[in-house]
């Protein structure tokens, strides 16, 4: 149980371009799901925090309006980078939990490739 | 949330058993010390989790002193299959809704 899936799992796109990624909980509802990225070599960063219905939560220094997140449903958060450049290229990691459970389960993670 | 601290990297043989330490001085009384388990281009796995004494599962052990200011990770018997970076979270239970900031983490590597 607690399984969660990511999709893509990697993705290569032009600089300007749009990316979204998906974040589904595929045996639970997720009420919380949480962005990370990761660059090589490094831990992961906390970009924000989602609830089912309401706006995301963005961590200081993290570009809201580069960084769309939504979490329409209780399954399902996805995030867009828009306007992708080089440096967004990373690893984009999902979490999920349910009600105030503090454990998170993750996802497999997506590489992005911007060109 | 308390800042918590690891080796960078660890070298092991095979069936060693792997202990890391993680320190986390600020530990808060409602905290609680979780183990992560990252493989390359792969989301973190979730090993243990304890708040005092000894916590063990059929993965791993861990410690955690009287004092709460450190805990070990302790991995029986490693294989290749346990090269991976370990992640030690110290946190409250529904904290600022269940945020986890990882550090960077206990880079393992188990040769032949």
Redesign the interface.
Known sequence: GAV?S?HPSRVICKSGTSVKIECRSLDFQAT?M?W?RQFPKQ????MA?S?EGSKA?YEQGVEKDKFLINHASLTLSTLTVTSAHPEDSS?Y???A?FG??????????T?LTVT | LAKTTQPISMDSYEGQEVNITCSHNNIATNDYITWYQQFPSQGPRFIIQGYKTKVTNEVASLFIPADRKSSTLSLPRVSLSDTAVYYCLVGRRNNQGGKLIFGQGTELSVKP
């Open positions: 969660v990511q919380t949480f990370y831990s992961l960063m906390l925090t609830n939560t690893f990691i999902c979490s939990r105030t459970s503090y454990e998170q389960y993750f996802g497999p993670g590489r």
